[in-house]
């Protein structure tokens, strides 16, 4: 049985990611630190799955942690999560970012240096991407100047991965996602953010739950259809099986490259108005919200081209925009007893 570890295990994409791993037949090590997750979500995962992770608390920023973690472990590969997500949040906290995304990147990579683990998959974004110039985006657009300090971070970790696959005999994936909404069908598992929440879908459900007032839609002046961005929302669960695809293609040794990269998303651009219509139709609840201006950080339009990954994967997005919707829907109502 393959050992696998999982940085930020107990996260969104990280805990869903440990179900499809464990229902594959991989066994699994979490590394989490607590920061923007509970410890409760372990036994909703043995509770889905019937087995428990192996769990570790652990600071990825404390180097000393890091690499003594790793001494006589036999890990097969890792997949790498833990990281600050926000875009808002990194335009206000730059040097926070850089310090848990970019130091805990490093400390990981030497960790896995140092006991011979040459197995990586890197949790990206299409961030890296800027806003592109040409839609649906595919891998071969370029890697523009950041537009927050979150989506430099991410650039800076692929350089960091791919120089370090050079010189390291490592094998890395990077998976740029583009925006993972949705829940588990058990609704044991989904996205329950501490704090206020840094992403729509959350947002408008905890305005639908009575939580928030209203929902704030950052412009309604974009150069899009209706005024509003438009971003590629991707169920979380298909996002969590892109994982096992990409972490199969490097146990295989079928990566042409030591370091490669894949989008990861539908191919299909929703605006937030869309998206706010469509929760709507599919819940019956209706929202509040109002427009404010413009955060600074967020691009007009990004949507995946996902050719390479369904062809090179062999993955696919299977359910829809109103299933993700939904089960984020049922999952804010079990969280709140709505």
């Known amino acids: 049985m ?13 805990s869903h990611t440990v179900v499809e791993l464990q229902n594959s037949g991989f066994k699994v090590i979490i590394i989490d630190d607590l920061s923007n997750s509970k410890i409760e979500v372990l036994d909703n995962i043995t509770e889905i799955t019937g087995v428990k992770p192996e769990f570790y608390k652990l600071d990825l920023k404390i180097k000393s942690n890091v690499l003594d973690f790793f001494k006589n472990k036999k890990i097969d590969g890792v997949i790498h999560f833990a990281a600050f997500k926000a875009v808002g949040e990194s335009v206000q906290n730059p040097l926070d970012y850089y310090e848990n995304n970019i130091g805990s990147l490093v400390y990981l990579l030497q960790g896995m240096r140092d006991n011979n683990i040459d197995n990586l998959i890197f949790s990206s974004s299409c961030t890296v991407y800027g806003q592109s110039d040409e839609l649906p985006i595919t891998e071969n657009a370029p890697i523009k100047t950041a ?21 390291y005999a490592m094998n890395a994936i990077a998976l740029r996602y583009f925006n993972p909404i949705g829940a588990h069908p058990s609704i044991k598992i989904g996205e329950l953010p501490l704090g206020i929440p840094q992403n729509l879908i959350p947002y408008v459900t905890q305005t639908a739950a009575g939580i928030r007032k209203e929902l704030s ?55 937030v108005l869309e998206i706010i219509k469509t929760f709507e139709k599919c819940t019956g609840v209706n929202l509040n919200y109002k427009f404010v201006a413009k955060r600074e950080g967020d691009v007009t339009s990004a949507f995946a081209s996902t050719k390479n990954a369904n062809e090179q994967l062999n993955w696919k997005a299977e359910k829809s925009l109103e299933e993700a919707l939904l089960s984020a829907w049922k999952w804010q109502q079990k969280s709140n007893n709505v």
């Open 2 to 14: 393959k050992k696998i570890l999982v940085t930020g295990g107990l996260g969104f994409i990280g």
């Open 147 to 167: 537009e927050s300090p979150y989506g430099n971070t991410k650039q800076i970790g692929e350089e960091i991965i791919k120089e370090s696959c050079k010189a």
């Open 217 to 271: 839609i950052f412009g309604n002046d974009y150069e899009t259809p209706d005024g509003t961005a438009i971003r590629d929302y991707i169920h979380v669960v298909d996002l969590a099986k892109a994982h096992i695809a990409a972490l199969n293609r490097l146990l295989e040794k079928k990566n042409t490259k030591s370091f490669n990269f894949f989008n990861i998303g539908t191919g299909i651009g929703t605006s």
